[in-house]
Structures are given as C-alpha cells and as structure tokens.
Nanobody, 120 residues
Framework: VQLQASGGGLVQAGGSLRLACAAS???????MGWFRQAPGKEREFVAT???????YYANSVKGRFTISRDNVKKTVYLQMNSLKPEDTAVYYC????????????????WGQGTLVTVSS
C-alpha cells in the first residue's frame, strides 16, 4: 500500500486546512490515521478512524479536528479548524491492519508527510 498526502500549507492562527491522504491498494478493514511531528519533537498521534468510521482523537485536537474517510476513494481526510501555532508540524497519514492503536509503530504503511505551518 502506498499513501500520498496533500493539503498542507501556511495558515494564520484561527484558520482552517483540510488534509487528504489517498491510498493505493486495499484499505478494507483498516484503521487510517494521522500523526504529526513538530521540529525537535517526537512524532505524536493526532487521530485515527476505523473502516466503519469509529473515530478517535488526541486530546489536544479534540473539538477542533475532524477525521473522515471515503472507502470507495480509499482516502482519509483531516479537517483542521481553529488552528494554533502549536499545530505546526509535518503531518503523516498511516494505515494499520489490525485493532485500534494510537501507537505509530503499530501502523504498517506511511505517507510522505505534508507540512502545516500556523503563524501567530
């Protein structure tokens, strides 16, 4: 499975961005997730969504970010609203074939990342 992320960019604090990640190959019965890594920090979990659209979020983004997926298009989305400077990071999409997890190493396939920069 290959993943191609898009939608990053520069936005002012309080603004919005929508990330997309398209997969090649089967995404049936997978979790599709988003992680991020800020400069000088470790990669962290952002959100993940099951095949049947059960959604899970990090506390830091809950209420501001919305994850969704289109199983026909094999694409996962991350709608990011009320962005803050601390949301600045490279955002990665990933796929896990298995049970729910927030741990990056449990995800088998990764996209190349897309940079989100939020200015104050």
């Amino acid at each position: 499975v290959q993943l191609q992320a898009s939608g990053g960019g520069l936005v002012q604090a309080g603004g919005s961005l929508r990330l997309a990640c398209a997969a090649s190959g089967s995404t049936f019965d997978t979790y599709m997730g988003w992680f991020r890594q800020a400069p000088g920090k470790e990669r962290e979990f952002v959100a993940t969504i099951s095949w049947s659209s059960n959604k899970y979020y990090a506390n830091s983004v809950k209420g501001r970010f919305t994850i969704s997926r289109d199983n026909v298009k094999k694409t996962v989305y991350l709608q990011m609203n009320s962005l803050k400077p601390e949301d600045t990071a490279v955002y990665y999409c990933a796929i896990r074939r298995g049970l729910y997890s927030r741990v990056g190493k449990d995800y088998e396939y990764w996209g190349q990342g897309t940079l989100v920069t939020v200015s104050s």
